[in-house]
């Protein structure tokens, strides 16, 4: 087994399985010391949810985006190439997507409307995935959505990012920056004819510390396009770091982050890191994906959850409804996290439809709600036997959930809280209910009203501690 091969077993394991990234120990958080990252962290924690979009030429296929490229990763990445068993010619097809993709329909406006209505507080967008294809008008590379071999790159909307962020911040969310700190394209991290020959893994296809030339361009090139997206583009609240496995140490893989995000800082001194994966001074924010941890975590963190089943648009895909995006976002805030929720435009440029049906669900639960859950931080017991619990300040929210719209209803609940109570609230309305307390928390009586009709995708409770 060669060096390359070593490394990858060792990626494999400790940084993605079928796509889906590890994250990072609480033990492993390193605290800034700068305290206007310390603000922006409390600034974060206060914004609850936004919107991931993962959104390039891959969106015409209807796969997972970049992944089919790395033929290490084929054995789970592949299963939807089904015209071809020819991976090379497949990767120059996937390469050449950038030559059909032209989403005419795109409406950045009435996306920032849409994720303003469904109560998104910022927006995560993927300026580059792994693939190398650019979502901004960048001089490094003519592999971008306004390259001349794009037939987008003259409308109106070519530079998707600028109009994009724009259009968002206008809303009123903050932005914040995905990059893949791996580039599939680029001649400088995949460069051909090396050892490895045609045989590509996530990596790059030859030893940095062999030929530190020819790492050195892909340094000045990554930081090259980062600073193009921090000092061109407004403000960034949040740069996204995707790709942990380009890293130093035994990756030897060092692309001197932290000179480039300092430099960064000196221009938005607010701007928060996520080097997701790598742990240390640069994963400000923690991003468990696919996932919800099993205990809070008392630091900053987000998960990453697809409101359908894949990170991308895929053709035909099934979306989570409201009820099952509200559960999603209790038990994330509950447990200390934001929901980054993620969305895959369709490759003309619209959302799809059953997206769009489920973030106005949630919006329309959050206008009611929101209160209970912006701007709060986590109370014990967290998250326990189907309730879920924020505090604001003296008072405590409690959330009972019910999975369906039919599920069992009774008038007295028993609450697993056993912190002091001064009074117990509907939140409804503010009515003070009869509780009592029990070895185990909480009995407590509903209104009337609350068992009636179809059940709620919660019932909400303010406890007030003070």
Not at 33 to 43: A, C, G, K, S, Y
Not at 303 to 321: A, H, W
Not at 362 to 372: P, T, V
Request: glycine share 8%; hydrophobic share 35%; with cysteine.
């Amino acid at each position: 087994m060669d060096a390359l091969e070593t490394d990858q077993n060792v990626v494999n394991e400790s940084e993605v399985e079928e796509g889906v990234h590890n994250y990072s120990a609480e033990s492993e958080w390193v605290k800034p010391t700068d305290p206007v990252l310390l603000e922006r962290l409390e600034w974060f924690k206060d914004q609850k949810i936004g919107l991931m979009m993962h959104w390039g030429p891959y969106s015409q296929l209807g796969l997972v985006e970049s992944w089919a490229l790395s033929d290490a990763d084929g054995d789970w990445s592949r299963g939807g190439v089904d015209w071809t068993e020819d991976m090379e010619n497949f990767k120059r097809e996937y390469v050449d997507l950038n030559k059909t993709f032209n989403p005419i329909r795109v409406q950045p406006e009435l996306w920032a409307d849409l994720a303003a209505e469904g109560g998104f507080k910022y927006l995560t967008f993927t300026t580059k995935h792994h693939d190398g294809f650019c979502m901004w008008d960048t001089r490094t590379t003519d592999y971008r959505i306004t390259g001349p071999e794009t037939p987008f790159h003259m409308h109106r909307y070519a530079d998707l990012c600028k109009h994009i962020f724009d259009a968002f911040r206008s809303r009123g969310l903050a932005i914040s920056a995905y990059f893949s700190k791996a580039d599939w394209n680029t001649p400088y991290y995949w460069a051909p004819g090396m050892e490895r020959g045609q045989h590509m893994w996530r990596g790059p296809s030859y030893d940095p510390t062999e030929y530190p030339w020819l790492w050195e361009k892909f340094v000045k090139f990554t930081h090259d396009q980062i600073e193009e997206l921090l000092t061109r583009y407004g403000r960034i609240d949040m740069l996204w770091l995707d790709a942990g496995w380009v890293r130093g140490g035994e990756r030897k893989q060092d692309i001197r982050l932290d000179e480039i995000v300092d430099r960064m800082r000196e221009h938005q001194p607010w701007l928060l890191a996520v080097d997701r994966t790598v742990g240390g001074p640069y994963e400000n924010v923690v991003t468990p994906e696919q996932t919800i941890p099993k205990q809070a975590m008392h630091i900053p963190w987000e998960s990453c959850i697809t409101l359908g089943t894949s990170f991308s648009f895929k053709y035909e895909d099934t979306y989570k409804s409201g009820r099952e995006i509200v559960h999603l976002l209790l038990e994330i805030v509950s447990k200390g996290g934001n929901l980054a929720l993620n969305v895959g435009p369709q490759p003309d440029g619209r959302l799809p439809e059953g997206a769009i049906r489920g973030m106005k669900e949630l919006g329309a639960w959050l206008a009611q709600y929101g209160e209970a859950v912006y701007g709060t931080r986590i109370a014990e017991p967290y998250f326990r036997d189907g309730y879920a619990f924020t505090r604001k300040g003296s008072e405590v929210f409690c959330f009972k959930l019910y999975k369906t719209a039919d599920a069992a209803m009774e008038q007295e609940i028993h609450i697993p809280y056993d912190g002091a109570v001064l009074d117990v609230q509907w939140f409804d309305n503010s009515e003070a209910l009869d509780y009592t307390r029990t070895d185990t928390g909480l009995k407590v009586v509903l209104p009337e009203q609350a068992v009636q009709g179809s059940c709620p995708i919660a019932h909400v409770i303010r406890i007030v501690t003070e």
